[in-house]
Protein backbone atom coordinates (compact mmCIF):
# COMPACT_ATOMS: atom_id res chain seq x y z
CA UNK A 1 0.00 0.00 0.00
CA UNK A 2 1.33 3.06 -1.21
CA UNK A 3 0.35 6.70 0.25
CA UNK A 4 1.09 9.82 -1.57
CA UNK A 5 0.10 13.23 0.08
CA UNK A 6 0.07 16.78 -1.79
CA UNK A 7 -1.13 20.22 -1.67
CA UNK A 8 1.20 21.50 1.53
CA UNK A 9 2.72 24.71 0.90
CA UNK A 10 3.08 28.04 2.72
CA UNK A 11 0.27 30.12 3.29
CA UNK A 12 -0.64 33.33 5.71
CA UNK A 13 -2.51 32.76 8.69
CA UNK A 14 -6.39 32.74 8.23
CA UNK A 15 -5.87 31.14 5.09
CA UNK A 16 -6.54 27.70 3.94
CA UNK A 17 -4.96 24.54 2.01
CA UNK A 18 -6.42 21.43 0.62
CA UNK A 19 -4.24 18.47 1.06
CA UNK A 20 -4.69 15.13 -0.94
CA UNK A 21 -3.46 11.65 -0.15
CA UNK A 22 -3.93 9.57 -3.21
CA UNK A 23 -3.62 5.74 -1.91
CA UNK A 24 -2.72 2.63 -4.63
CA UNK A 25 -5.04 0.15 -3.07
CA UNK A 26 -7.39 -1.77 -4.82
CA UNK A 27 -9.47 -1.99 -1.56
CA UNK A 28 -9.07 1.66 -0.28
CA UNK A 29 -12.72 1.22 0.75
CA UNK A 30 -11.97 -1.28 2.85
CA UNK A 31 -8.99 1.48 5.09
CA UNK A 32 -10.38 3.54 7.66
CA UNK A 33 -8.02 7.08 6.57
CA UNK A 34 -6.57 9.79 9.02
CA UNK A 35 -4.37 12.86 8.92
CA UNK A 36 -1.54 13.25 11.68
CA UNK A 37 1.05 16.12 11.86
CA UNK A 38 4.67 16.71 13.08
CA UNK A 39 5.42 20.04 13.96
CA UNK A 40 9.79 20.11 14.66
CA UNK A 41 10.38 19.10 18.12
CA UNK A 42 6.96 17.23 18.62
CA UNK A 43 5.77 14.52 18.53
CA UNK A 44 2.97 13.46 15.57
CA UNK A 45 -0.38 13.77 16.65
CA UNK A 46 -3.82 13.03 15.21
CA UNK A 47 -5.80 15.83 13.39
CA UNK A 48 -8.17 13.74 11.57
CA UNK A 49 -9.70 10.63 10.69
CA UNK A 50 -12.39 8.72 8.83
CA UNK A 51 -14.43 6.13 8.48
CA UNK A 52 -14.25 3.65 5.41
CA UNK A 53 -17.58 4.55 4.25
CA UNK A 54 -17.19 7.95 5.24
CA UNK A 55 -19.85 8.00 7.68
CA UNK A 56 -17.85 8.79 10.38
CA UNK A 57 -15.45 11.45 11.37
CA UNK A 58 -13.34 12.69 14.30
CA UNK A 59 -11.21 15.63 15.17
CA UNK A 60 -8.67 16.65 17.63
CA UNK A 61 -10.32 19.66 19.75
CA UNK A 62 -7.41 21.88 18.10
CA UNK A 63 -8.85 21.44 15.05
CA UNK A 64 -12.45 20.92 15.37
CA UNK A 65 -15.01 23.54 13.20
CA UNK A 66 -11.53 24.53 10.41
CA UNK A 67 -10.73 21.35 9.55
CA UNK A 68 -13.01 18.44 7.72
CA UNK A 69 -11.56 15.54 6.28
CA UNK A 70 -13.44 13.51 3.37
CA UNK A 71 -13.20 10.89 0.84
CA UNK A 72 -13.58 9.33 -2.70
CA UNK A 73 -13.45 5.69 -2.92
CA UNK A 74 -13.53 5.39 -6.34
CA UNK A 75 -11.00 7.96 -6.43
CA UNK A 76 -8.81 6.09 -3.77
CA UNK A 77 -8.30 10.07 -2.32
CA UNK A 78 -8.72 11.27 1.11
CA UNK A 79 -8.69 14.85 1.76
CA UNK A 80 -8.10 17.57 4.36
CA UNK A 81 -9.90 20.96 3.93
CA UNK A 82 -7.88 23.45 6.18
CA UNK A 83 -9.81 26.52 6.63
CA UNK A 84 -8.44 29.67 9.15
CA UNK A 85 -5.37 28.39 9.30
CA UNK A 86 -3.49 29.57 11.87
CA UNK A 87 1.08 29.50 12.23
CA UNK A 88 0.62 26.65 14.88
CA UNK A 89 -0.66 24.28 12.25
CA UNK A 90 2.28 24.51 10.65
CA UNK A 91 3.77 21.18 10.51
CA UNK A 92 4.40 18.02 8.64
CA UNK A 93 0.92 16.57 7.50
CA UNK A 94 0.65 12.45 6.90
CA UNK A 95 -2.01 10.31 5.68
CA UNK A 96 -2.75 7.03 7.31
CA UNK A 97 -4.16 3.77 6.14
CA UNK A 98 -5.53 1.65 8.97
CA UNK A 99 -7.06 -1.47 8.17
CA UNK A 100 -9.28 -2.05 10.77
CA UNK A 101 -9.50 -6.41 11.02
CA UNK A 102 -5.48 -6.63 10.81
CA UNK A 103 -5.18 -3.39 12.89
CA UNK A 104 -2.49 -2.47 10.55
CA UNK A 105 -0.94 0.95 9.27
CA UNK A 106 0.58 2.76 6.43
CA UNK A 107 1.92 6.31 5.79
CA UNK A 108 2.29 8.74 3.32
CA UNK A 109 5.65 10.72 3.25
CA UNK A 110 4.49 13.63 4.62
CA UNK A 111 3.31 17.13 2.90
CA UNK A 112 5.18 20.62 4.66
CA UNK A 113 2.50 23.13 5.80
CA UNK A 114 3.53 26.34 6.74
CA UNK A 115 1.41 29.08 8.08
CA UNK A 116 3.10 32.43 8.48
CA UNK A 117 1.83 35.11 11.03
Known amino acids: VQLQASGGGLVQAGGSLRLSCLVS????????MGWFRQAPGKEREFVAV????????DYADSVKGRFTISRDNAKKTVYLQMNSLRPEDTAVYYC???????????WGQGTQVTVSS
Open 50 to 57: ISWSGSVT
Open 96 to 106: NAHMVPTATDY
Open 25 to 32: ERTFSNYN
